[in-house]
């Protein structure tokens, strides 16, 4: 075999390493309030490179489960390994290569904002420079607040603020724990653009928890839907989305008489319901063409046939199945 093959075949075997590379192993993971049992045998896989969502209704272990991974409480029993180490042996390196935002984040609101940055350097040991500094005020977007005091801020901007806490020592893995919460419109579109940047250009990789299913859906590429602490579904956003049924929002001026014929023909099985004159439907997405043709031959007014297959759906789905 040539050099020229050798060395190719050393890159793709060094690439797949790379993209099969655990950042975080989480196996068989309990933890236990008294009588509550928080996490109930977790195991969770998060790769280098992941933009990875952490979902689960209120309850369900996440908040829990990130105070773990950033050691500020013991789990019960199972193992955490971070970098391929194991945690809690490791900590003081592990934390170091990993920033994170647990919930709302601990600021001094009687300093500024760039005090507070230079303050978490002084107490981490570490000297952050002052270029630093200003990339990451101007990443969170506080470049024209960075002197104000932070008691004079809105929820938002300390939750900014709190972001930048997390990317200020340059870690390799962000642990963010709800990080849209309290931003307008416009300042969780700045978040999301701000993962995008750190995934794609930065190549960190990031553990997001959000309740926002549609911003999860936007930037996380893998999952995990857990549910009373333990893990109901894991894997690529993409895959688990890709299914042949959709539900269908059919908008017509007529919803009534639609309905009506919908369930008196051979479309009756794909019928769920009428909420505020829109009919749901759930059906084979190739078919909502035929169905269009249907409703106009019996002269109804379509004015559309939307299919609704989000994260959102499913993620509701899996949950109230694993409620039953």
């Keep these: 075999m040539s050099y020229f093959c050798t060395a190719i075949l050393l890159n793709s075997v060094i690439r797949r390493k790379q993209i099969l590379e ?53 789990p019960t029993s199972g193992s955490v390994k971070v970098f391929g180490m194991p945690l809690h042996q490791n900590r003081l390196a592990i934390l170091a290569r990993t920033g994170g935002i647990v ?3 601990d600021l001094y609101n009687y300093m500024s904002a760039r005090k507070n940055l230079e303050m978490l350097g002084s107490i981490s040991g570490r000297e952050i420079p002052k270029k630093r500094i200003d990339e990451v005020l101007e990443l969170v977007g506080l470049t024209d607040r960075q002197k104000s005091r932070v008691k004079t801020f809105s ?14 020592h340059d870690p390799e893995l962000i642990i963010l724990d709800e990080p849209t919460t309290g931003l307008d419109p416009q300042g969780m579109k700045e978040i999301r653009e701000l993962i995008f940047f ?14 926002i299913l549609s911003e999860v859906e936007l930037v996380a590429d893998r999952m995990i839907i857990i549910d009373k602490g333990k893990t109901v579904v894991e894997g690529y956003v993409k895959e688990l989305l890709k299914t042949p049924r959709v539900r269908v929002d059919l908008d017509t001026d007529e919803p009534q008489r639609a309905s009506d ?23 084979e997405k190739n078919a909502i063409p035929e169905l269009n043709r249907f409703l106009i031959q019996n002269s109804i007014n ?3 046939l939307t299919p609704k297959r989000s994260l959102e759906e ?11």
């Design 22 to 74: 655990k950042v975080i192993e989480i196996n068989n993971l309990y933890k236990k309030f008294k009588k509550i049992m928080a996490v109930d045998d977790l195991n969770v896989n998060v790769y280098r490179g992941d933009v990875f969502g952490f979902l689960g209704p209120n309850g369900a272990g996440k908040s829990t489960t990130i105070r773990m991974l950033m050691t500020l409480i013991f």
């Design 103 to 105: 919930e709302k984040p």
């Design 155 to 168: 929820f938002g901007m300390k939750q900014r603020l709190g972001i930048a806490q997390a990317l200020v």
């Design 198 to 211: 750190l995934s794609r250009v930065k190549k960190k990789t990031i553990f997001l928890s959000s309740h």
């Design 261 to 283: 014929l919908i369930k008196n023909s051979l479309w009756n099985s794909t019928f769920e319901g009428v909420k505020e004159n829109i009919i749901s439907l759930n059906m």
């Design 302 to 304: 379509v004015f559309g």
């Design 314 to 324: 499913y993620f509701l789905n899996i949950t109230e199945k694993g409620a039953k």
